[in-house]
């Protein structure tokens, strides 16, 4: 980074650089990081503390929360999302509010009544909504919602008017309160499909909208002389709030928030994947709503271009470019823009693993960024590395997301590397796979690494270079990446066989290996079976349809690509395998592969079904390319004459896994590089908290 504070930013960009009034504040800039999850919240309150302080170091203007519950009689276990629901939580918020503001920032708190998306599964509270209704949840939670009548719904007010305050007295700037993607009361009042009653809260738009501008006149009177108070809803709900009701709402209520953030409809929708939806996508649906309103506007479209987002602005689409995805990719962009540096943008690539570390209550982490929700537990911040130590040089054997990320991570701390790869091409599984239908955006791993790599004297790249275990030992590199990849099983083994299964060797068998190198089944009816359940199989499937072949997909998930289902994707993928023609077989294990077809087996009952084929496609699972690694370990007490210090093997090498996890290694073993861990430490700091007698 530049050490003085001037800018170099091209001056087409200066108009994201204007401050930008909100109510009773002023955003230095027009780079507003709109409420994301990160798998923290109360749990590892600390790691989103530092989180959002790299954010701030970063250059945006305006940072948020995640999503904050602020009452018991509304939470969303077993999400692990922010509380405020009394004093005692506004400690560890202040923190948030303070790392937020510290480069200049404004804070932002998104707070949250989740209404018929909050089953309460912890407090054990009932549940409460505009009218009796299931509870709208990813888990399909068995539980109702009472309908609130007045009482209730004054009891909502006066809690919101407390959650105001506590955010004041945390030191928050901006509130946002949440009415989008289906998860806020606001949404739910205003919604035709969850509010169906027939008082003075129901029925025409300004009653349903009642609610709405209760809440934001109470917190203007709370703690609107210092804080500005804003709403963020979808600007499309299918068969509810749609788009054109959504702008006779804000025609109706232009000026009451003092401030506009506008996502495109679910979370799916907002967070759409770049394999189905492209920058900016959102824009027909926000485009001419700024002309409704005297209050600034703020939308999102996975903005990660520079001149897309001057186009909005000055296009009078936007006044904030709002932005989750890009910031967790590169926290830094803001800065990166100013500085005159956009070609050192880590832009994200649309894959939507950030997502993921929600859905599964985990830490979020992020394909292009190894270092998101790592700044605390590890320490690791995306601009800065740690200083080498005492040794010099280290060979990275294979130029896969792994291998790109240590040897560019080992560069940066000053270490003489040597990236070999045994092809001619850079990229890895990335440059394959960016070749498939809807993965163009994945390359962006390997070009961001590359073109840093470039700009690198102490980095040397050979091509053609297969190594064997007596050259890594002749070369006497004092530290080894083995990042050789992985292949994909052709036997059958995943999940649901866990030992070989009998095939034909007259039956055409392939793998994605086979079809990402050009070697496609021959045959018009392929059966493509499906046992890893991420996006392989219905990339592939969407493939062989492209090139004329009538495919069957076979899963013994109940789900095309279930676990999708954590990226936000499932559902348009299967979809795309439905408007395809492919025909689909779900919950169905494959038992053989003979010379004619194959046979399933009912995932249930083992009931068997005889399916004819042409050829197969097997997506299950992969083993370890780890022959080198092997050979290099049964030579180990050769290592120190040879002048090596370590040898690793790293990414799908060591364990085959999403590409994120391969870029974390990578990241992981450069950090690592002349580091001693403590018998017995933990390899990150976490939350503890002692718990003392019980009463």
């Not at 005159?340 to 894959?351: A, F, H, K, L, S």
């Not at 979020?364 to 537990?377: D, G, I, V, Y």
């Not at 130590?389 to 896969?400: D, H, R, Y």
């Amino acid at each position: 980074m530049p050490k003085d504070n001037t800018s170099r930013r091209d001056p087409r960009y200066d108009v994201l650089f204007e401050p930008v009034r909100i109510g009773p504040v002023v955003a230095k800039n027009r780079f507003y990081q709109v409420p994301h999850c990160n798998g923290g919240g109360y749990r590892d309150p600390s790691a989103v503390v530092e989180m959002r302080r790299t954010k701030a170091e970063g250059g945006w203007g305006v940072i948020f929360t995640e999503q904050v519950e602020l009452h018991p009689t509304s939470e969303i276990t077993p999400f692990i999302e922010l509380r405020l629901w009394e004093d005692k939580d506004i400690p560890a918020l202040a923190r948030m509010a303070e790392a937020m503001k510290s480069h200049g920032a404004l804070a932002g708190i998104e707070l949250a009544y989740s209404g018929v998306n909050g089953s309460n599964l912890y407090t054990r509270e009932v549940p409460r909504g505009p009218m009796s209704s299931p509870i709208l949840t990813f888990y399909k939670d068995p539980v109702s919602t009472r309908a609130m009548d007045r009482q209730d719904i004054r009891d909502l007010r006066r809690w919101h008017v407390e959650a105001y305050r506590r955010a004041k007295t945390a030191g928050f700037d901006v509130i946002e309160l949440y009415g989008a993607h289906g998860f806020g009361i606001v949404q739910h009042f205003l919604s035709p499909l969850t509010n169906q009653r027939t008082d003075e809260y129901g029925g025409s738009l300004e009653n349903r909208s009642r609610l709405l501008r209760e809440l934001i006149s109470e917190a203007k009177d709370a703690v609107g002389d210092t804080m500005a108070v804003g709403l963020r809803l979808s600007l499309h709900e299918a068969g509810g709030l749609e788009n054109r009701e959504l702008r006779d709402l804000i025609a109706m209520h232009g000026d009451l928030p003092d401030l506009w953030d506008l996502g495109h409809g679910t979370w799916e929708a907002c967070s759409g994947p770049s394999r189905f939806v492209e920058e900016g996508a959102q824009e027909p649906l926000v485009s001419g709503i700024k002309a409704l309103t005297t209050k600034p506007v703020v939308g999102v479209g996975r903005f990660t271009s520079p001149d897309a987002m001057v186009s909005q602005i000055r296009r009078g689409v936007l006044d904030f470019i709002g932005a989750a995805r890009p910031s967790i990719a590169d926290p830094f962009l803001p800065r990166k823009i100013d500085e005159g540096r956009v070609e050192d943008i880590r832009e994200c690539i649309g894959c939507n693993i950030c997502v993921t570390g929600d859905m599964t209550m985990s830490i979020s982490r992020c394909t292009q960024n190894p270092t998101f929700m790592e700044e605390w537990r590890k320490g690791w911040h995306p601009e800065r590395m740690n200083d080498k130590g005492a040794s010099g040089t280290v060979l990275v054997i294979g130029a896969g997301p792994a291998g790109l990320e240590a040897a560019r991570a080992a560069g940066r701390r000053g270490y003489e590397v040597a990236l070999a790869e045994a092809g001619t091409e850079l990229g890895g599984r990335v440059r394959l796979e960016s070749r498939l239908p809807g993965l163009a955006a994945w390359g962006r791993v390997r070009d961001y690494r590359a073109h840093q790599i470039g700009q690198m004297a102490n980095v040397s790249t050979y091509f053609d270079s297969r190594l064997s275990a007596q050259e890594v030992l002749e070369f006497g590199f004092e530290h080894v990446a083995v990042a050789t990849g992985s292949v994909w099983r052709r036997d059958g083994v995943a999940r649901h066989n866990l030992a070989p299964i009998p095939v034909d060797p007259a039956m055409p068998v392939f793998t994605p290996d086979d079809l990402m190198a050009g070697r496609l089944p021959e045959g018009r009816e392929i059966v493509l079976y499906d046992d890893d359940h991420y996006y392989m199989g219905g990339v592939l499937a969407e493939l062989l349809v492209q090139k004329g072949a009538a495919v069957t997909l076979v899963t013994p998930a109940n789900l095309v690509s279930e676990w999708t289902l954590n990226t936000l994707e499932q559902r348009r993928i299967q979809a795309r395998m439905i408007e395809r023609g492919v025909t689909i077989v779900t919950a169905h294990g494959l038992s053989t592969v003979g010379r004619d077809g194959v046979t399933l087996g009912c995932a249930f009952t083992g009931r068997p079904r005889a399916l004819a084929c042409d050829a197969v496609v097997l997506v299950t699972a992969r083993l370890p390319d780890d022959a080198l690694w092997h050979a290099l370990k049964a030579r180990e007490g050769e290592w120190a004459a040879a002048g090596i210090r370590t040898v690793r093997r790293i990414g799908d090498a060591e364990s085959p896994a999403p590409i994120a996890w391969a870029t974390y290694a990578g990241h992981r073993f450069a950090r690592e590089l002349d580091s001693v861990t403590a018998e017995g430490a933990l390899a990150f700091r976490r939350e503890v908290t002692e718990l003392g007698p019980m009463e």
